[in-house]
């Protein structure tokens, strides 16, 4: 499975930007997908993710103004981000995990798409 993320660019604060990620291969059928985020010097943190049966975890700093979704027919997951502040500039990187019950998880990574919030 490969990952192609897209949609990263420069915005103002208080402005919008729409993540995508879309994935090749075939996919197992129970996953979750997702992004995280890493700014520099910081930690990759988890921003959003959407498990194949429907249920969404958000990080608590963008609660209220993401929203994460995903097309399954496209094995494609998107992040709507509105009301950005410049804490959330960083690079954004998609993942898809496989769950297998028995058997370790399967994790694949995007390449990464910068988001920089200007003040």
């Known amino acids: 499975v490969q990952l192609q993320a897209s949609g990263g660019g420069f915005v103002q604060a208080g402005g919008s930007l729409r993540l995508s990620c879309a994935a090749s291969?075939?996919?197992?059928?129970?996953?979750?997908m997702g992004w995280y985020r890493q700014a520099p010097g910081k930690q990759r943190e988890l921003v959003a993710n959407i498990i194949s049966g429907g249920a969404i975890n958000y990080a608590d700093s963008v609660k209220g103004r993401f929203i994460i979704s995903r097309d399954n027919a496209k094995n494609s997951v998107y992040l709507q981000m509105n009301s950005l502040k410049p804490e959330d500039t960083a690079v954004y990187y998609c993942n898809v995990r496989e769950v297998f019950i028995g058997a370790k998880d399967r994790n694949y990574w995007g390449q990464g798409t910068k988001v920089t919030v200007s003040s």
């Open positions: 291969g075939s996919i197992f059928s129970i996953n979750v």
